[in-house]
């Protein structure tokens, strides 16, 4: 519905050519179940539609009367229009099978009337309207919950109000719902309900859900909800508002609202590690002047005086440590202090965002009424169903049931779709594989291309060094190999799921979200997980070094550590990914509209329909809102896993989500079909993912911080190798660092294969150096750990069980001190039963005694009166 100002439903029916006569499910009425197309035996008595003619109203939401409002809009293609497309036999079938379908919703209180389309002869669309004895029957049936009476509990206002208003949606344009205390809508009570106006008593997202039902205006020329919720919620200048949810869920559903209120409370908690991450990042910025280490490496009469060793065989040369300035520099601006302290606080934040998100979705669940909603069963899949061809006995009602496939059927499927992940999960590792061989075959070539001369006073050392230009563009690669694959293991992961045949919708959705995030997470995190705690870690020493299958050697990370080419990967995917989605989710639906519109300009210059206008429309999939989730989960991912190694990485999040936000929004009221407002209790199987991740991001960013910084080396060195016994200064300082965390090799200990070509300078030096903690040559142990390498590894061990522990307690106090549901929430929980049980079961039970009382009192009478004596 890209119009603004539309509020109309459309559905298409699609009708295969195969398809077998049975029992259809509608699934717009909450899946309910009519008589089988083919038991018809009078076709004369089937109801039909009322045909009209277009009245020239583009913009009307109401039957041709002006009266019966447009709930719902079904559209089919005209087989006696086609020619010879389909065979006879099929076209009859078909049409017995339309007719019968809409005999069935007549049959049930529904109100239809066909209009043929203006532009294509071929389509025609069917309008429903749902009476208000049809809304009270389906209300009762699926159990919703509607308003007794109006919340009587006192609210207390928060110290803050007055600046959260400042970014509240205008209160005159959308005005603040009502809260009510609910329960479960009888017919029998319904004077019992807060009704004020039949057509105000059903809001809109629950009219949808029984037959997409539009909310009625108060005012004729008021713009509609949708035109609202574009101007005051996806509009661009709303950016900094707060969304108004309660609308959003009164027009799309429960499923679309909870969404929103989980990214906007995602997003509200993401200002915080912004500000805390950006603080660690400025404090880098404004420390790494002082940063010794750096300032050893850039030295000309320190760094400039080491030669390091060759990091390939033959085609690399010496090198000078001066040419690693740049970087280092860089380097001092990320690996800080401040890269520690941000690490422990995101372990925290981390944990208060998924506990205070479980007080705000209880919130929800009873302001929204979908606490029972689980308790209901759940509607079978049409596609299981129309497989149902085994018969086995059910173990609870023993009774005979019918199954798509046997227990060995079962077990064979599972088997297949389990390979099936595996082997592409192996695909994506095959690739990461690939992706190392390039960096150790592409570092071959940057080292012999590039100039490395021994004083390193080039313009373009400073910059673009052999690992420079080998990370950057082994990023790139691997971003564009990521992009590829989520796009073919997309369609892979919707096959195996549908092989897989899951009886209910959310059985579907979590077993395609657990394959997609699996894959996901091998796709995207893989590459970071090789940067942070493999690369440069098994690479031996120049005299023995250790290959990759036998032929390519192992890489080796700066002198400063690996942190720094991380921090680029994360730069390069998180940019690069968010870029890639808002363009693609702009620009893609965008486009095919605009040319659906060309298209249907250049065809007719007529009046059109609004409900002809939204069928042009691009559909929005039967996953909905799965594909936002994923792409936030994946983000969320980012932001915690690897974020003390990318301490921007929680402002590049927020930023990109103040603009999903509008653009999710704007996606949804003007590119895309409405969806049938669905209802959702949460977030699914996504909150136990990001609870995972969550555990997983405290060892991880330990991790990074003890094996992939140099931060536990400097700590080491600082506090017990620069005083006696092992160091020669008389005070704790951090000079010498470099020069002690650098070994010595002779040259003349190179294997043949590996001696690099002799070069005219270096004639009359006998070592190099390189990045690790061993004896020098000629020592008794030459070339062996030394005794600084056994305190670093005792080191970062001690570190990674003690932050682990400390953090993990913090959070475990976190989630004992904050509860699940609030005391406000609580309380009105309370009090809803209690008026449920007041209003409701008291009254019908003080009914029920005053008519057995009078029937008591009749009989009584009547047996008085026959056996009382004539004479009296």
Not at 377 to 391: G, K, L, N, V
Not at 396 to 424: L, N
Not at 578 to 585: D, F, K, L, P, Y
Not at 596 to 604: H, K, L, Y
């Amino acid at each position: 519905m890209a119009a603004l100002n539309q509020d109309v439903l459309v559905e298409v029916e699609e009708e295969d050519e195969d398809e077998e006569d049975g029992d259809v499910v509608l699934e717009e009425l909450e899946q309910t179940i009519f008589p089988s197309y083919g038991t018809t035996s009078d076709q004369k008595n089937l109801h039909t539609a009322e045909w009209v003619e277009f009245d020239r109203k583009p913009d009307s939401l109401f039957f041709n009367d002006g009266q019966r409002r447009i709930d719902f809009v079904l559209v089919y293609e005209d087989e006696s229009k086609k020619e010879n497309r389909t065979k006879k036999l099929n076209k009859k079938r078909k049409q017995r099978k339309r007719e019968n379908y809409e005999s069935n919703l007549i049959s049930n209180g529904l109100e239809l009337e066909a209009t043929r389309s203006v532009l294509d002869e071929h389509l025609i669309f069917v309008k429903v309207h749902a009476p208000w004895e049809v809304l009270c029957t389906y209300a009762e049936v699926m159990h919703i919950k509607l308003p007794l009476q109006p919340n009587d509990l006192k609210a207390r206002d928060s110290a803050f109000n007055w600046f959260s208003r400042l970014f509240r949606v205008d209160e005159n344009i959308i005005k603040p719902e009502q809260e009510f205390f609910t329960a479960p809508f009888e017919k029998d009570h319904l004077s019992n309900f807060y009704i004020q106006d039949k057509d105000m008593f059903f809001n809109p997202a629950t009219r949808s859900r029984i037959s997409c039902f539009r909310h009625k205006s108060e005012d004729p020329n008021c713009p509609s909800e949708r035109y609202l919720l574009y101007k005051e919620w996806a509009h661009p200048q709303k950016i900094f508002k707060l969304q108004p949810l309660d609308f959003v869920r009164k027009y799309y559903g429960e499923k679309i609202g909870i969404y929103f209120a989980w990214l906007g409370f995602y997003t509200q908690m993401l200002l915080l590690a912004a500000v805390v991450g950006l603080g660690c990042f400025l404090y880098g910025c404004i420390t790494k002047d002082n940063c010794t280490w750096s300032q050893e490496v850039c030295d000309p009469n320190i760094g400039g005086n080491i030669i390091m060793c060759p990091q390939c065989d033959r085609e690399c040369t010496y090198w000078n440590l001066t040419i690693t300035c740049e970087s280092s520099k860089k380097l001092c601006m990320f690996d800080s202090f401040g890269t520690l302290v941000f690490a422990v606080f995101m372990g925290i934040w981390v944990t208060l965002f998924l506990e205070f998100w479980k007080r705000r979705q209880a919130e929800l669940e009873y302001e929204w009424d979908t606490v029972e909603f689980l308790e209901q069963e759940e509607q079978i899949r049409p596609e299981y169903e129309a497989r149902c061809t085994h018969i086995v006995m059910n173990e609870i009602t023993q009774e005979e049931e019918r199954v798509p496939y046997t227990a060995c059927g079962k077990c064979i499927r599972m088997t297949c779709c389990t390979s099936a992940v595996f082997f592409w999960i192996l695909l994506i590792i095959a690739s990461v594989i690939g992706i190392i061989i390039y960096r150790l075959s592409v570092f071959l070539v940057f080292s012999s291309t590039l100039p490395r001369h021994i004083n390193g006073t080039e313009a373009i050392q400073k910059y673009l060094t052999p690992q420079t230009a080998t990370s950057v563009t082994a990023s790139i690669i691997s971003f564009i190999i990521i992009m590829i694959l989520n796009i073919i293991y997309e369609k892979v992961a919707i096959m195996i799921t549908d092989y897989e045949l899951p009886r209910t919708q959310t059985d579907y959705e979590n077993s395609l979200t657990m394959k997609m995030f699996l894959f996901q997470f091998v796709n995207y995190y893989s590459s970071c997980f090789y940067i942070a705690f493999f690369k440069g870690k098994f690479v031996g020493y120049p005299g023995d070094p250790v290959y990759w299958l036998g032929k390519y050697r192992n890489e080796e990370c700066d002198p400063g550590g690996c942190l720094l080419e991380l921090t680029t990967q994360l730069a390069i995917i998180v940019g690069g990914k968010s870029i890639w989605n808002n363009v693609q989710e702009v620009l893609l639906p965008w486009i095919k509209n605009l040319i659906g519109r060309c298209c249907t300009a250049a065809r007719s210059e007529k009046v059109i329909p609004r409900w002809e206008q939204d069928y042009h429309l691009q559909p929005i999939g039967k996953l909905g809102l799965f594909y936002e989730y994923l792409e936030m989960v994946i983000q969320f991912g980012f932001v915690t896993l690897f974020v003390a190694s990318f301490p921007l990485a929680p402002l590049l999040a927020l930023i990109n989500n103040l603009l999903e936000i509008r653009i999710d929004a704007w996606k949804i009221t003007t590119q895309f079909r409405r969806m049938v407002p669905q209802k959702a209790q949460d977030i699914g199987a996504w909150q136990p993912i990001m609870q995972g991740m969550a555990i997983l991001a405290v060892v991880t960013n330990a991790m990074i911080i003890a094996f992939t910084s140099d931060m536990i080396p400097r700590l080491v060195y600082y506090w017990s190798f620069s005083v006696p016994p092992y160091g020669n200064h008389s005070d704790y300082t951090m000079k010498g660092y470099i020069n002690n965390t650098l070994s010595v090799f002779a040259v003349s200990d190179f294997r043949k294969e590996s001696k690099p070509v002799p070069l005219s300078w270096f004639d009359n030096q006998t070592t190099c150096r390189y990045r690790d903690f061993r004896y020098p040559p000629g020592h008794e142990h030459q070339y062996e750990h030394n005794t600084y390498y056994w305190h670093v590894i005792a080191a970062k061990l001690a570190f990674i069980v003690v932050m682990e522990h400390i953090i993990y307690f913090v959070k475990f106090i976190i989630s004992y001190a904050i509860p699940d549901v609030s005391k406000k929430t609580k309380s009105k929980i309370k009090r809803e039963k209690y008026l449920t049980q007041k209003l409701l079961h008291e009254n019908h039970l003080r009914v029920m005694k005053k008519n057995v009382g009078n029937i008591a009192d009749k009989i009584l009478n009547v047996t008085d009166t026959t056996f009382r004596p004539k004479s009296e």
